[in-house]
């Protein structure tokens, strides 16, 4: 899975509708754009050079906008990410349940997504080790602004000897 990292932080960027599903969560359906210059956005680079992504990679992935397609059921979130690179599909289980793989990158990556207590917020968690084997977790929260126009996604890669670094995504809707 060499491009995992990339999908992740292309699908960590969701999308969202604005309508309420059952037990009144936000529907993250629609068509999105990144909004690389909003002044909410921060850098992904950090946590990508941190997890051993070269400067070409980092550089693309804070300068190419990226299109997203959600699809949103009461199970799932699944997240078409079409940019000038690659397309990628990421399917987010909100039942809590982990997901594992083997990542070129990271290595064993352990997943696991589900709604914070607010009901309004999906939360994935990312846990694998470092290149010295050391634990880090990679989080993100997704959540509506602007009345629903768009999607604020908070990233945070903390690891085991309390090192924080963040980057955070707007996505506009279509």
Not at 37 to 60: H, T, V, Y
Not at 92 to 113: C, M, Q, Y
Request: no cysteine.
């Amino acid at each position: 899975m060499r491009g995992f990292w990339l999908a992740a932080v292309l699908g960590m960027g969701l999308s969202t509708g604005g309508t309420a599903l059952a037990g009144d969560h936000p529907d993250f359906s629609g068509v999105w754009l990144m909004d690389l210059d909003d002044p909410d956005s921060a850098p992904m680079a950090p946590i990508l050079e941190a997890q051993g992504a070269s400067w070409i990679e980092r550089k693309a992935v804070d300068s190419v906008a990226v299109k997203q397609t959600i699809t949103q059921t009461k199970d799932a979130i699944t997240i078409l990410a079409e940019s000038t690179f690659r397309t990628t599909t990421e399917v987010i289980k909100l039942d809590g349940s982990v997901d594992e793989r083997e990542t070129e990158r990271l290595g064993k990556v352990r997943a696991h997504s589900f709604w914070d207590k607010d009901g309004k917020t999906v939360v994935t968690e990312m846990h694998y080790k470092t290149a010295d084997g050391k634990n880090a977790v990679w989080s993100t929260r997704r959540y509506l602004v602007d009345n629903g126009k768009k999607i604020r996604v908070d990233h945070l890669l903390e690891f085991e000897d309390g090192r924080k670094i963040r980057g955070t995504r707007i996505l506009v809707k279509q």
